[in-house]
């Protein structure tokens, strides 16, 4: 796995900008799809996948100034569906506990970005 210690600076400023960018947009499009009374998981997917491409590319050339590759590609769509997983599985919980579901991305956020980061870190640098 990623060693914590080696991020540097710049890069965690970048996926912070990358990230920031692609969490509102996701969650811009959630919130409209909620006030339409689109269904909470429904609305959260669409977002999530509306927001992936510019995550993506956003990713490869900003935050990690890599190439877009195959190889990067699929690790960064794997990646993505593990960051899924884990904030469906969060939003629906932190729903579950009563807390709006308008505001339930956001403590689903906090947890899911930090570990989605490590993975896509390793993605672009360790995969060839």
Not at 52 to 63: I, K, P
């Amino acid at each position: 796995m990623a060693n914590i210690r080696s991020f540097t600076q710049s890069e965690v400023f970048r996926f912070i900008i990358t990230g920031g960018l692609a969490t509102a947009l996701h969650y811009g499009i959630y919130f409209v799809l909620l006030l339409l009374s689109v269904n909470m998981s429904l609305a959260f997917a669409v977002g999530y996948f509306l927001s992936f491409v510019f995550n993506y590319l956003m990713s490869a050339y900003f935050t990690f100034k890599k190439k877009t590759t195959k190889r990067n590609g699929m690790g960064f769509i794997i990646a993505h569906c593990i960051n899924f997983m884990l904030q469906v599985s969060l939003l629906n919980f932190f729903a579950w506990l009563g807390i709006h579901k308008a505001l339930a991305p956001i403590p689903a956020y906090a947890i899911s970005i930090p570990v989605n980061f490590i993975i896509v870190r390793f993605v672009f640098n360790k995969v060839k």
